[in-house]
């Protein structure tokens, strides 16, 4: 099962180390595999979050997941998204951003680095709006219940996390970002921007997957059939999100892994300007978060330890404040990934408590794990 699920991401991390030795000798090898930690590190709880959406969908939908997604992942946030950042940014064509980041190394990191205030504002704010939907709606299980009792309850009233959010933003734009450590002078009116994008982004995104997936439900409980299919653990539902649902979903994952790697792009630079190091390194990383993410799946294991989601959606919230305050205050990467590992650690032990506390260690209630075997 584990040599199955990961042995891609295992023989690709012998072939990514195996060329960056050939290409750049042991101080890029040792460079790709520094950043390959870097990003699982971070993007640990992306890939909880990931397991929880991702078992919603088809078997056909989950492989697009782990193969155009996975595509998206390296090639496009990893060695792509850094170049049409400097692009923008420096308002330079494709051909010349490519030819700086080869040829001007520290130009192109030092134009990317300007970059970070409106990459943090636009993703701090995506994952926030993230974790306040969560902790705004109404669980069956409630880990932190002192704090997610109150929050469900404020939850009815409607677009509250959408208020808070453009507090957050406002404040964010009015305080951290008038003395941006990034990039000289007041970022205010770009933070504001790209805060304001991020938030549309998430709202239109998510709101498309969630109405099309909402609509799936319902025809499954007009169709008696459905509604009567017998679903097993560990074999998944009998029906998954396909179609419209399905895609809009996939952007809807697509688009949160792009704001689970702007910290680890951004803090790659403190380790090397190379854009190819980076690609390598990161995209090495993002494969095993996949892996990860299949795992969890397969394995059911979110209905096994049922914090486990509470405790990456947390790590999201604490992200998004972290990106945000990233705008102004230098932050190490290494406390962002600790960050996200101990909150996913500490729910992961109160489930294992609650499990054994029950009689049912490694299970709960039986709730059927909506895996899809043929990933």
Do not use: C
């Not at 702007?262 to 995209?283: P, S, W, Y």
């Amino acid at each position: 099962m584990l040599l199955k699920t990961f042995g891609w991401s295992f023989a690709i991390t012998v072939i990514g180390l195996a060329l960056a030795g050939v290409l750049w000798g042991w101080q890029g090898l040792a460079i790709v595999g520094i950043l390959s930690i870097l990003e699982i590190s971070l993007s640990f709880d992306n890939a909880v979050i990931n397991a929880g959406i991702l078992r919603k969908m088809n078997a056909f939908w989950q492989k697009i997941f782990l193969t155009v997604g996975i595509l998206v992942a390296v090639f496009g946030m990893r060695l792509v998204f850094p170049v049409v950042i400097v692009a923008i940014t420096a308002k330079l064509g494709p051909i010349e951003a490519v030819d700086l980041a080869i040829n001007d190394k520290s130009q192109y990191q030092e134009l990317v680095t300007s970059a970070h205030p409106a990459i943090a504002a636009f993703g701090g704010i995506f994952l926030l709006m993230i974790f306040l939907d969560f902790i705004f709606e109404e669980r069956d299980y409630k880990w932190l219940s002192w704090i997610e009792k109150p929050m469900a309850k404020m939850g009815k009233l409607d677009m509250l996390s959408v208020i808070i959010g453009l507090v957050v933003l406002l404040v964010t734009a009015m305080t951290v970002a008038t003395d941006a450590a990034h990039g000289a002078g007041d970022k205010s009116a770009t933070v504001l921007l790209a805060g304001v994008a991020g938030m549309i982004t998430y709202l239109v995104v998510g709101g498309v997957s969630g109405y099309f997936e909402d609509k799936l439900e319902d025809d499954e409980e007009d169709d008696d059939e459905a509604a009567a299919a017998p679903a097993t653990k560990g074999t998944g539902a009998a029906v998954g999100l396909a179609g419209k649902a399905a895609f809009f979903m996939f952007l809807y994952l697509e688009v949160i892994d792009a704001s689970f790697s702007f910290d680890g792009v951004i803090g790659a630079f403190a380790i090397t300007n190379d854009i190819f190091m980076m690609a390598l390194g990161l995209g090495i990383g993002a494969m095993y978060i996949r892996s990860l993410t299949v795992f969890l799946v397969r394995k059911g294991t979110l209905d096994d330890y049922v914090y486990l989601e509470h405790g990456a959606h947390y790590a999201i919230g604490a992200l998004a404040v972290i990106l945000l305050a990233t705008i102004k205050y230098e932050i190490p990467e290494v406390v962002t990934g600790l960050v996200g590992i101990a909150l996913i650690g500490l729910s992961f032990v109160s489930s294992v408590i609650r499990n054994r506390r029950e009689g049912r260690p490694g299970d709960t209630s039986g709730t059927p794990s909506e895996v899809t075997s043929g990933v």
